[in-house]
């Protein structure tokens, strides 16, 4: 067979998992096109993945929430409520960083866990529970900030985490650009192309279908280039920042949860079907637990990161926070009747989000606009979802 | 032949990489009860949903003609306008309306734009004395055991002025009695006008019943067999089926005794809030080394629950009573509690309860006991292939690859992935419930014989089934459960169907 109809082939049997990535470049590329390249500087992306960063690390928190089958509201205002106590903890109690980032994450583990016990312990449904949270939260983050309004935080070193970059390499100025940057580009390609073979091999070795071998190289070459591409552009300016090492960090431990190990396999099955998962020994109400503290965790981080970079805790953070967040996780591809989804999927999904609106907001589109169009994007990414998997079967 | 009323010619059907139905022709003749036999994935129920425009017309190849024309159905509701309904095995009703609702769902009966609920009633009414069945139509459908809510399907059939009325498995889920009055209900139909079409695994129902049978294999039509010239029989049918003679469809077993108790269970009970009534009362029994026990019985009769109140899935259950396993007492919090002590449940609802269907082979084999094939809690995903192509090779279960979806299997099949899941979970004690509902003789088969591989291995079994000749076939002893209680137990040379059907309605 020639290699074109290998890679006609090919995509046509993957077009769910390929659709993704192929929206995300044709929308940056439309981007790049209509704002003469201004979507496409190092500026401009360095400044596009720090606003995905808070909703990005949401999106993965709610894919595993979706994926056995409930939702969580809360997160939106549950954020912005831990990121003021987070302020009040610097700025009136006077803790610095090291202890305050701690204390909020396991703050958020708390709230989690006790979402999981109003839907196990309770049977009420997690829509409403959350809905409380949603209420509750708003509520709590307006008492936060009632006597001081808009706290600023002068902490630099939190201020950094969403603002801030890696620092370079000293010695190594004779190097264009920020050379830990590009060190880093290199190490992921390495990684990545020999995690790829090594994964091939075995395959191979078990029977198993695998790419054809022109078609493989293909995929490595290309997505080594866009590795290559990301890191030399966010080395020519300054460099890779700390948001998006969290979120890398984020999304690398949890798609190695949730593909690699005993708990994320409990928690597809719990989604699967949870009366057989229950048979089968894996504890419905434990996985539950499981995923709404990971979901609370999360929330607490993206409250910190989105705190940090506006450098304050307002009466308005985290305000339709959860709704990116559930909206990332459907264009990513997850399904609302369980078991189905995947935590890279969700940070394209929360990407191709947040391409949309950082790149109308470069043309100037007006806000009403840019609504209508981030949902007819989400609908559109549905409707193909539903199509593909269809026919897939 | 009399006139058909339904002929379908040369119906091929394919899905990506299976040939499902190849060159098909089936004749139903007017007011005949034909009998569709064949094993799973022979095609049977594919040619149903070709017929009843589940796959439309222009998916398929070949003709259907009804009542002498040809038609090209793009929906259910085309095929049910010229008077074709089709009962699934699994029922479509909803279980919080009233029976009088469910009958006329879809098809109100209307004064302008509103419901006329008292014509509705008396319809229903009429409807379900066609079926003889004798309930209050405005009771709820959940509040229906299984046979009376099959007969309100097929009161809803009728209901739809029906010619040709398909029935997939429909004493699948039913006891012996249901099904006697269900068969009888059909032939009523039959003498009255209503062309029958019964998909049944269970031959001697389809003696009983048949006019005609249509053997299918592999996707083609094997013969047509005409009842009334004697050409119907038990051993002519399982050759069409499987293309080979099965001499005895139980396999024999040495019956090596032991009198090592490995479970022993004393005044177990178990009240059920939801239903407000106990649904298990007293029950004492025991298991030995490498014995396989039948536990016979009425749906319904608490033997399900027996078995999950016993894994430690007790929802709603309020448990008493004691357990023992070799001799140790035995407290389950949940089913993995269960699972270590050594126990395994192979489900009786497969797709509901026992498989995840939109995984694949290897996933579902090894979820029970991930811990085996995982290294601080990472899996192996070597070892987990190896593992699944063991079970997949050892249990024939055929499938392109292990990474192939449980959903796309046949029933026997999923059936042998759900054992394999149970089986790598290395259990002393094995229960099976209803191990062979819904699948093909071959299947069959190849499961008893796997069960008496496992008893002589030293595994001991405790088999749920509601077919008589399976658990005196397969048992060393037998437990008759009714109504929550056993009532009997009788050793399998002192038993006979007569004896458990005598003690299952006591």
New interface residues.
């Given amino acids: 067979m020639s290699f074109f109809q290998d890679l006609q082939k090919v995509l046509r049997k993957n077009v769910r998992e390929y659709g993704m990535y192929i929206a995300l470049f044709v929308i940056m590329a439309i981007f790049t096109v209509l704002t003469d390249g201004l979507f496409l500087s190092p500026r401009n992306i360095s400044n596009l993945i720090n606003q995905t960063g808070y909703v990005a690390v949401l999106a993965v928190g709610m894919t595993l929430v979706i994926v056995i089958r409930h939702i969580d509201l809360s997160v939106g205002f549950l954020a912005g409520f831990l990121g003021a106590i987070a302020a009040i903890l610097m700025v009136q109690v006077g803790l610095p960083t090291i202890a305050v980032v701690p204390i909020v994450l396991v703050l958020g583990i708390f709230a989690g866990l006790i979402t999981a016990f109003l839907i196990v312990y309770f049977g009420i449904p997690a829509f409403v529970a959350t809905l409380a949270g949603w209420l509750i939260y708003r509520g709590l983050l307006l008492q936060a900030t009632m006597g001081t309004g808009t706290i600023i935080i002068p902490n630099a070193d939190f201020n950094a985490i969403g603002n801030g970059f890696i620092p370079d390499i000293p010695g190594l100025e004779f190097i264009p650009g920020h050379a830990l940057t590009l060190l880093l580009g290199v190490i992921a390609i390495v990684f990545f192309v020999l995690g790829q073979i090594n994964d091939r091999k075995?395959k191979t070795?078990?029977?198993?279908?695998v790419l054809p071998g022109a078609i493989f190289a293909l995929k490595l070459v290309f997505i080594s280039a866009i590795v290559g591409l990301v890191a030399w552009v966010m080395a020519g300016y300054n460099g890779i920042s700390w948001t998006a090492v969290i979120v890398l960090l984020v999304v690398g431990v949890y798609h190695f949860i949730t593909t690699?190990?005993?708990?994320g396999?409990?928690i597809?099955?719990v989604g699967?079907?949870p009366?057989?998962?229950?048979?089968?020994?894996?504890?419905v109400k434990k996985i539950t637990y499981v995923v709404f503290a990971s979901m609370g965790f999360l929330t607490a981080l993206s409250g910190i990161l989105f705190t940090s970079r506006l450098q304050s805790a307002t009466t308005t953070a985290g305000t339709l926070f959860e709704l990116d967040a559930i909206a990332a996780a459907y264009v990513g591809g997850v399904s609302a009747a369980g078991?189905?989804g995947s935590v890279i999927g969700s940070l394209i999904g929360a990407l191709v989000m947040a391409s949309l609106t950082n790149g109308m907001n470069l043309m100037g589109v007006d806000i009403s606009v840019q609504y209508i169009a981030r949902g007819l994007v989400l609908a559109a990414a549905v409707i193909f979802d539903a199509a593909t998997r269809r026919r897939g079967? | 032949m009399a006139t058909p009323i339904l002929e379908m010619k040369s119906i091929t059907k394919t899905?990506?990489g299976v040939k499902a139905l190849d060159n098909v022709s089936f004749r139903v003749a007017q007011g005949e009860i034909h009998c569709l036999v064949g094993e799973n994935g022979a095609g049977k129920s594919t040619l149903m949903k070709v017929l009843s425009g589940v796959w439309p017309y222009g998916s398929y190849e070949g003709d259907i003609l009804f009542a002498g024309e040809v038609q090209k159905f793009k929906g259910i509701a085309d095929s049910e306008r010229v008077g074709i309904a089709i009962i699934y095995q699994e029922l479509a009703l909803f279980p919080e309306l009233t029976v009088y609702e469910n009958i006329f769902l879809g098809h109100e009966i209307r004064k302008g734009a509103l419901v006329d609920w008292n014509e509705t009633i008396k319809q229903a009414d009429k409807m379900l004395k066609k079926v003889k069945l004798s309930v209050n139509p405005a009771a709820k459908i959940k509040d229906l055991g299984v046979g009376k809510q099959q007969l309100v399907e097929i009161a809803k059939a009728l209901s739809k002025d029906v010619k040709l009325l398909i029935l997939d498995e429909p004493t699948a889920a039913l006891n012996e009695d249901d099904s006697e009055n269900l068969l009888q209900l059909i032939r009523d139909l039959r003498d009255n006008g209503v062309t029958c079409i019964m998909i049944s695994h269970k031959l001697k129902e389809v003696i009983s019943i048949a006019d005609t049978v249509t053997v299918l294999r592999d996707g083609q039509t094997v013969v047509t067999l005409d009842a009334h010239k004697g050409e119907v029989s038990e051993p002519v049918l399982i050759k069409h089926m499987v293309g080979r003679e099965i001499e005895n469809i139980y396999p024999k077993r040495e019956h090596k005794r032991s009198e090592d108790v490995v479970l022993e269970v004393r005044n177990w009970s178990a009240h059920s809030q939801q239903l407000g009534r106990d649904v298990l009362r007293d029950v004492n029994f025991t298991l030995k080394k490498g014995e396989i026990v039948g536990f016979a019985g009425l749906m319904g009769s608490g033997r399900t629950e027996l078995a999950l109140s016993l894994?430690g899935?007790s929802i709603g259950y309020q448990v008493k009573g004691d357990l023992y396993i070799n001799g140790q007492k035995q407290q389950f919090k949940?089913?993995?509690d269960?699972?270590k002590a050594g126990l395994a449940?192979v489900?009786e609802d497969r797709k509901?309860?026992?498989?995840?269907?939109?995984?694949d082979v290897k996933?579902n084999i090894?979820?029970?006991n991930?811990?085996e094939i995982?290294k601080r809690?990472?899996?192996n995903?070597?070892a987990e292939?190896?593992v699944a192509?063991e079970y997949r090779v050892s249990l024939n279960i055929k499938t392109p690859?292990i990474?192939q979806k449980v959903g796309?299997l046949s029933g026997g099949n999923q059936q042998k992935v759900s054992l394999g899941?149970w089986l790598f979970v290395k259990p002393n004690v094995l229960i099976l419930d209803e191990p062979t509902r819904g699948i093909d003789v071959g299947a069959k088969f190849e499961i008893y014989t796997l069960m008496n591989g496992l008893v002589e291995q030293g595994m001991s079994i405790i088999m749920i089934s509601s077919e008589l000749p399976e658990v005196l076939g397969m048992s060393d002893r037998v437990y008759v459960v009714a109504s929550g209680r056993i009532t009997g137990e009788l050793p399998v040379e002192e038993a006979t169907q007569e004896k458990i059907m005598q003690l299952a309605t006591s």
């Avoid at chain 1, 009366?275 to 504890?283: K, R």
């Avoid at chain 2, 509901?352 to 995984?359: D, E, F, H, R, S």
């Fill in positions: 075995r070795a078990y029977g198993f279908e690699r190990t005993v708990l396999r409990h597809y099955a699967g079907n009366e057989a998962a229950d048979l089968s020994g894996v504890s078991g189905v079967g | 899905f990506p894994f899935n949940q089913t993995e269960a699972i449940y489900t509901a309860k026992g498989l995840i269907l939109i995984q996933q090894t979820l029970a991930l811990q995982a809690g990472v899996v995903d070597q292939a190896q192509n690859t990474e796309n899941k």
